[in-house]
């Protein structure tokens, strides 16, 4: 189904966002290096292609007054700036972890609370402690609650709602199966257990499912309004699963990202510092081979700024699309009253 008026969303959040498919496997597919990559790939040709072209010969527009080295300062400048707003990040992350006790024995309590809510509704004596494994638990839980609904209304004489929970039932089915198998084997630490996690439109599948229910109240028997009462409590336990695995996959990329410009300070602030001492384009013979010199080393002093953006640009994507929890649709989207249940 499309998402045109009454229709219901995309399932994966590729097929929900209105990005082309190049922009999305960018902000978020890519690996953040190659992103990085990419990045001073673009500014080294632009800085290269611009000097070329343009009528003024290279060696003048290099040493026409003071160019080089007032750009080198302010590299050397930007990239302390950078590390210092790393630090801050740092000190951020490291905030939320710190606390009183008695803070932290509230953490513990919500989470084992949450744990033990997870372990009754799955009928297992522990819940998983992997991320993928615990919100996989979940994904089969609905998949099953979804079939007990069609199993439940099977008695039901309206061929309308036959035909509207056989359509929610394989939409559900088909999805959590997709995401069952995304997240096989995926590692915390890895984007790909968020991503799969992404992928399940748990919020419109509570929606449909209490529209669903409200809407037959009277047709239905006694179990099918329990089925789909345990199929919405079990929707509903992967939605704050879901935005607490995010929140931690945030804050350990962010603890990366801290570390790795800490690390691409160093050869920034070497490089562009030694090229305001040592570099000068009078010196080279040819004026390409200066440009090339010149945007190389530029390109080196940006390192830590590429890698910042790569990062940032794929967890503000992330809280984008992800703003509300629960059954909300935040995106430009025109719903009417009626559910077309129709393909």
């Given at each position: 189904m499309s998402e045109g008026e009454g229709d219901r969303p995309?399932?994966?959040?590729?097929?929900?966002?209105?990005?082309?498919?190049?922009?999305?496997w960018l902000l978020l597919d890519a690996d953040r290096w190659l992103v990085a990559g990419l990045i001073l790939g673009s500014v080294f040709v632009s800085l290269v292609a611009a000097g070329l072209l343009h009528p003024t010969p290279v060696l003048t527009l290099l040493t026409r007054g003071d160019p080089m080295e007032t750009l080198y300062q302010a590299?050397?400048?930007?990239?302390?700036?950078?590390?210092?707003?790393?630090?801050?990040?740092?000190?951020?992350?490291?905030?939320?972890?710190?606390?009183?006790?008695?803070?932290?024995r509230?953490?513990?309590?919500?989470?084992?609370?949450?744990?033990?809510?997870?372990?009754d509704v799955i009928e297992e004596p522990v819940s998983p402690t992997q991320p993928s494994a615990f919100l996989r638990s979940l994904v089969k839980l609905t998949k099953r609650r979804a079939?007990?609904?069609?199993?439940?209304?099977?008695d039901v004489e309206d061929d309308q709602l036959?035909?509207?929970?056989?359509?929610?039932?394989?939409?559900?089915?088909?999805?959590?199966?997709?995401?069952?198998?995304?997240?096989?084997?995926?590692?915390?630490?890895?984007?790909?257990?968020?991503?799969?996690?992404?992928?399940?439109?748990?919020?419109?599948?509570?929606?449909?499912?209490?529209?669903?229910?409200a809407e037959n109240e009277d047709a239905l028997t006694d179990d099918a309004r329990a089925a789909f009462d345990e199929l919405v409590e079990s929707l509903e336990l992967f939605g704050p699963a879901r935005e607490h695995f995010k929140t931690l996959y945030f804050q350990w990329e962010l603890v990366d990202l801290s570390r790795t410009?800490?690390?691409?300070?160093?050869?920034?602030?070497?490089?562009?510092?030694?090229?305001?001492?040592?570099?000068?384009?009078?010196?080279?013979?040819?004026?390409w081979l200066a440009l090339l010199v010149a945007a190389l080393t530029v390109?080196?002093?940006?390192?830590?700024?590429?890698?910042?953006?790569?990062?940032i640009l794929r967890i503000v994507t992330v809280t984008k699309r992800t703003l509300s929890i629960g059954p909300f649709v935040l995106r430009e989207t025109d719903r009417s009253r009626d559910l077309d249940w129709d393909d």
């Open positions: 995309s399932d994966t959040m590729r097929e929900r966002v209105p990005e082309n498919s190049r922009k999305f590299l050397v400048g930007s990239t302390v700036t950078g590390v210092t707003l790393v630090l801050t990040l740092s000190q951020l992350v490291l905030s939320q972890e710190q606390g009183p006790v008695g803070d932290q509230e953490r513990m309590e919500g989470a084992m609370a949450f744990r033990e809510d997870v372990a079939e007990a609904v069609r199993d439940a209304t099977g036959n035909e509207q929970v056989d359509a929610f039932v394989e939409s559900v089915v088909e999805n959590a199966d997709r995401v069952t198998e995304s997240l096989e084997g995926s590692q915390f630490g890895e984007f790909d257990v968020v991503f799969s996690a992404l992928n399940y439109n748990y919020s419109w599948k509570i929606y449909a499912a209490k529209r669903l229910r410009v800490l690390y691409a300070s160093v050869p920034a602030i070497a490089v562009a510092t030694g090229a305001l001492l040592f570099f000068d384009p009078r010196d080279v013979a040819q004026g390109c080196i002093a940006l390192l830590p700024f590429a890698i910042l953006l790569a990062y």
